[in-house]
């Protein structure tokens, strides 16, 4: 079992800047891949960003060069770095959590960027 707690969203004009936070419960290096899928209303669900236990990290064309993910190992804790934000990018952001063939899921963080 994987318990992941995301934080850091709000509310942010267009060109700002947010990070958002995503602690699990595991050591994360046991965990393969982490990743952030944002979902906006009346729209699937999309990858955003990921991150394997090697480093190797993976973007959505739509964000590459706006957005970084990353990791701080000794926290258990994954980011996403999101700058020059577009209203665009307005969503609900939920963590994954890939662990023994098995995939979990955060509770979610709203991001709304206003024009």
């Known amino acids: 079992q994987v318990q992941l707690v995301e934080s850091g969203g709000g509310l942010v004009e267009a060109g700002g800047s947010l990070r958002l936070s995503c602690a699990a419960s595991?050591?994360?290096?046991?965990?393969?891949?982490m990743a952030w899928y944002r979902q906006a209303p009346g729209k699937q669900r999309e990858l955003v960003a990921s991150i394997t236990s090697t480093g190797i990290t993976n973007y959505a064309d739509s964000v590459k060069g706006r957005f970084t993910i990353s990791r701080d190992i000794a926290k258990n804790t994954v980011y996403l770095q999101m700058n020059g934000l577009k209203p665009e990018d307005t969503a609900l952001y939920h963590c994954?959590?890939?662990?023994?063939?098995?995939?979990?899921w955060g509770q979610g963080t709203q991001v709304t960027v206003s024009s």
């Open positions: 994954y959590a890939g662990h023994r063939g098995i995939g979990y």
């Open positions: 595991i050591n994360i290096l046991s965990i393969n891949p």
